[in-house]
């Protein structure tokens, strides 16, 4: 199992900071999602700046979430 996501910082390019609950810091890049489905509110900045972490992992306030182990295994060390 991988690490939870312990705090979430959205920065711009729609790229996320990640804090995971082992230490590690990493980014993890969301905007291949962005417009589709359920994660097109997200194009709006202000909204993709919304996100909080939500039970390990992330989510936005329309119910968007991602899984912790995507976030962790397709994201990149800080």
Known sequence: M??????VKAESNYVLLLEFANGEMKRF????????????????????RKVRVFLGSIQWPNGADL???TLYLDSTSV
Request: hydrophobic share 30%; glycine share 6%; aromatic share 14%.
């Open 67 to 69: 899984c912790p182990d």
């Open 29 to 48: 890049d969301v905007s291949p999602y962005i417009g589709k489905g359920i994660f097109a509110p997200l194009s709006d900045e202000t909204f993709f």
């Open 2 to 7: 991988n690490p939870r996501v312990k705090s």
